[in-house]
């Protein structure tokens, strides 16, 4: 009897490690590091508050509750971390070693600072310690109504401004946030500027989701899971911090030369990378979308 258990035993832990072997090969070993995250292999790497701690969050958006903010108490670390564990498990801020990540966490802050800094060249701290200092938009120049879109209409009594950390604008941009965020956006849009974890993690759904089938999201784009069409490579369009500023923004920023908005990015960026220890030098290849030509050209504003 002792025998036949220890054949069976065997037998046992054959068919374990040959599973686990079939799993590695495929790529998909999961890892569970509790709350933050799990069930990916993403989660065998390191996640973003492994590297990426309150303090620095403190530093790098200094100025956030400065009694001139316009949004003083509304964002923090805890709001950040929160809707960033949701998306760890996709590759977000965890993707491609301790660097790579780092350098994403800084390129997606740099571009949500850079889109809600109050700051300019004379403000104390000078203008890239301003970040986070809107959660909307003050003064709206239009409705941000579109009557023609049938999917997403506009709701009666509700205004579709620049609302979160990557300011959603139009009713139809409300509606597919919201539909990716599981939230009733298009009927609610101020849920973005009354919860920070919310606006953070229709941020970071922005950054993780193509706009259209076929195109890259702005997270495969930097991290380098995007190759290029030969259509691409004409249009000028490489892996890079570029191609994010091409695919969040699109012909509001990218095809225009070497242009104040889109440097202002790019400055953010870069300043994140050297508070975070990383170093600007290590802003990596690709870096502006002057001469890009856009992903989805438009005469709206592609600003989601």
């Known amino acids: 009897m002792g025998m036949v258990r220890a054949a069976w035993f065997l037998l046992l832990l054959a068919l374990l490690a040959a599973a686990d072997a079939r799993r590695q090969k495929g790529g998909e070993t999961a890892c569970d590091k509790g709350w933050e995250c799990s069930g990916s292999r993403f989660c065998c790497n390191e996640t973003i508050t492994d590297y990426f701690k309150a303090y620095q969050f403190e530093e790098l958006f200094a100025k956030r509750n400065n009694s001139l903010a316009h949004a003083a108490g509304f964002w923090d670390y805890k709001a950040f971390i929160t809707a960033a564990a949701l998306y760890e498990p996709r590759g977000f801020g ?134 290029p069409t030969k259509k691409d490579t004409l249009s000028k369009r490489y892996p890079g911090f570029g191609a994010t500023m091409n695919i969040l923004y699109g012909d509001a920023i990218c095809g225009k030369g070497s242009i104040d908005n889109m440097n202002g990015i790019i400055s953010h960026y870069q300043h994140y990378l050297d508070l975070m220890g990383v170093g600007a030098q290590h802003s990596g290849d690709n870096l502006d979308c002057a001469d890009q030509v856009p992903f989805n050209p438009s005469s709206k504003s592609p600003d989601s």
């Not at 993707?95 to 994403?104: Q, V």
């Not at 104390?124 to 879109?149: I, R």
């Not at 849009?189 to 706009?211: C, H, S, V």
Request: glycine share 10%; proline share 4%; aromatic share 12%.
């Open 94 to 227: 965890t993707t491609g070693g301790r660097e790579m990540s780092m350098k994403e966490v800084a390129a997606f802050l740099g571009h949500v600072s850079a889109k809600t800094s109050c700051g300019y060249s004379l403000a104390d701290g000078g203008s890239l310690a301003w970040g986070l200092c809107y959660n909307h938009e003050m003064s709206p120049s239009q409705s941000y109504c579109d009557d023609s879109n049938e999917l997403y209409r506009c709701a009666e009594g509700v205004e579709y401004y620049g609302r979160g950390a990557l300011p959603v604008y139009w009713n139809y941009n409300y509606g597919i946030v919201g539909k990716g965020i599981k939230q009733d956006l298009l009927n609610h849009p101020e849920l973005l500027e009354q919860n920070a974890t919310l606006a953070f993690e229709a941020a970071i759904w922005r950054w993780m989701t193509p706009m259209k089938r076929k195109q890259p999201s702005a997270h495969d784009a930097f991290v380098g899971n995007w190759k």
